[in-house]
């Protein structure tokens, strides 16, 4: 029984499932630091899990906002910007939320 297509299927679901895990999951292990936590409580680690990827939204929200020029600024230092002035959050989601 030869079936070339599901090679070609096998190779799209591990491309696609690696990119999930490199634009979401890895910014939330190396950015927010998940791989670190320590909780034993599984509804405080569900909700600062939920907590962590409202906070990456916002941040995706901030990014194009704080860009100069045609290079995107990092995860890492929108967050940092957005801790020295909280305003750059609350503008970003007055936009998202006007339009």
Known sequence: Y???DIAAL??????THWGIENSLHHVLDVDFGQDFMQMKNRNFASNIELLD???LNVVRLAQPTLQRGASP????????SI??????????LAK????
């Open 2 to 4: 030869d079936t070339p």
């Open 10 to 15: 096998g190779y799209r679901f591990i491309r």
């Open 53 to 55: 990827r409202l906070a």
């Open 73 to 80: 600024i990092s995860i890492r230092l929108v967050r940092q």
């Open 83 to 92: 801790g020295y002035e909280p305003s750059i959050a609350m503008q970003a």
């Open 96 to 99: 998202y939320f006007a339009s």
